[in-house]
């Protein structure tokens, strides 16, 4: 960062050094009317230059403050556009120092019950009295066997097939058995999501960390003992799932392969019910779904709740909340769908605003500069409203002391996490304009340095400054009431 900071000092510098040309021949100009009026008017002339020089350390002294606010500016735009490549780096970098988030748009499959039985399907064919002379096989009939097309699937528990003579024909007989689902219908699905967001140092995007619990029930239909199935997919887009645990009536379950999911089965009495645990954790980003819609099959009773410290917005064509609570200042939502003997070809799909640290950080850079501007004017007109003194001096250290304190901040960007480094660095330059200034200007300083941080709250930025600005007029009204009624 210290060498793409001097690159830039270097290149702005040069830019300003261009400037001096034009700003030679302004001066010159000025310089040789200065000189043609004096020819013209020498008592004129004479007391125009007693009084710029009566002014001239009045002009001196402002002279400071213009060069203090173009100096903190410039160190400003260095500082924004610093922060700005690093970010860039650090984002497009092969290898990074911190771990990057391991999820995505994760999709949440809703699992599915059966009942399990074998079946067994015969199937005979008989062949041409003539075959044998035709095709001349010399070891026996067995030896076509391995060419005929075979049975396949991993849902074949048994095979059997032969040649046998019935008179002078001959029959190939297929015996094969197996195991087929018959669909069960969920009787409850409880599940939960838990979404905290997580906005990263470094560059790298927002994610969420989020905690998933369901809780599903269903029964065998039959009076009899049968052999049931609960299968429950994994999630895509999910990354590493962690603390995974399926339990099946309170016993906890470790699926040996993961290949369909998480698969249980076994024998449930006639007409006896299975509770269904499902938890674990993983990382996500940008959206979370949750998909009924996979099998065309009956919802009895399905709940729904999504806890989010983040704004979410339901994707198009998904299913609605059927309630939703939230803050609209902190962002927090609870979503809750409650569904009740509904067949559905929707899905459930919430999208949340993808933070951008580097827009972030961008737009707090650009704020800065108008900050120093305030600093400026309302320091002016709260001495003027007050009848303050205001020593140009001391305004041009406030400038400086509050570039200073924001620029602290963006180079805490890169050790700190934004939402305490940019406020920290804001707090120094705040009671350095404040030491500069005296006591009684310390109001202009600290509204000036809290500008850029309203750009931290994401979307109510215009919201806050706003009230700043509101806050400040509301300030300055005693006083100028009072330079009004004087």
């Known amino acids: 960062m210290v060498q793409a900071a001097l690159h830039l ?6 830019s300003l050094l261009s400037l001096l040309v034009p700003l030679g021949l302004l001066l010159a100009a000025l310089l040789l009317a200065l000189l043609l009026v004096g020819l013209l008017d020498r008592a004129r002339f004479t007391r125009t230059l007693d009084a710029l020089g009566r002014r001239l350390p009045a002009l001196g002294r402002w002279g400071v403050v213009a060069a203090a606010l173009g ?12 922060v700005d490549l690093r970010l860039a780096a650090q984002q497009s970098a092969r290898y ?54 075979g049975a396949d699937g991993a849902n074949v528990q048994d095979l059997r097939e032969g040649f046998v003579r019935q008179g002078a024909a001959l029959v190939y007989a297929r015996q094969v058995t197996l195991r087929t689902e018959q669909p069960v219908a969920l009787d409850t699905s409880a599940v ?14 927002t994610y969420y960390n989020a905690v998933f619990t369901g809780e599903y029930t ?15 997919p994994l999630p895509t887009g999910s990354g590493t799932l962690s603390d995974f645990r399926l339990t099946v009536n309170g016993r906890a379950f470790r699926a040996s392969d993961l290949t369909g999911g998480s698969v249980w089965e076994g024998e449930v009495p006639g007409g006896a019910g299975v509770r269904v645990t499902v938890t674990y954790r993983n990382q996500g980003a940008r959206s979370w ?6 099998r065309r099959e009956p919802v009895r009773a399905f709940d729904l709740t999504v806890n989010a410290d983040r704004p979410a917005k339901v994707q198009r064509y998904a299913l609605f909340p059927t309630a939703q609570t939230g803050r609209a200042l902190t962002g927090r939502q609870t979503l809750t769908w409650r569904l009740r003997d509904v067949i559905t070809a929707q899905d459930i799909a919430v999208v949340f605003t993808q933070g951008s640290l580097r827009e972030t950080l961008g737009k707090v850079g650009f704020a800065a500069p108008a900050a120093l501007l305030l600093l400026l004017g309302l320091s002016t007109a709260w001495a003027w409203t007050r009848r303050l003194p205001l020593a140009p001096l001391g305004l041009a250290a406030a400038l400086l002391g509050l570039g200073l304190g924001f620029v602290l901040g963006s180079v805490l960007t890169a050790y700190l996490p934004p939402l305490l480094a940019l406020p920290l660095g804001a707090l120094t330059g705040a009671v350095l304009a404040a030491l500069a200034l005296g006591p009684a200007l310390r109001v202009p300083a600290l509204i000036a340095a809290a500008v850029p941080l309203a750009f931290l709250s994401g979307g109510h930025a215009g919201l806050l400054v706003t009230a700043l600005a509101l806050l400040t007029l509301v300030l300055l009204l005693p006083g100028l009431k009072r330079a009004g009624t004087a």
């Open 192 to 205: 939960r999501a838990d979404l905290k967001f997580v906005d990263p140092a470094g560059g790298r995007g």
């Open 218 to 232: 269903f029964r065998n239909p039959s009076p009899d003992p049968a052999v049931m199935r609960f299968a429950f």
């Open 71 to 82: 100096a903190s500016v410039l160190a400003l735009t260095v500082a924004r556009h610093a």
């Open 9 to 14: 000092l270097t290149t702005a510098l040069g």
């Open 289 to 294: 779904s949750y998909q009924l819609a996979g």
């Open 96 to 149: 990074a120092n911190a771990a990057d988030p391991d999820g995505g748009q994760t999709v949440q499959a809703a699992p599915r019950a059966a009942t399990v039985e074998d079946r067994t399907y015969t199937r005979t064919l008989t062949l041409p009295r003539d075959l044998y002379a035709r095709i001349n096989v010399q070891d026996g009939w067995e030896a076509l066997l391995p060419y005929l097309h």
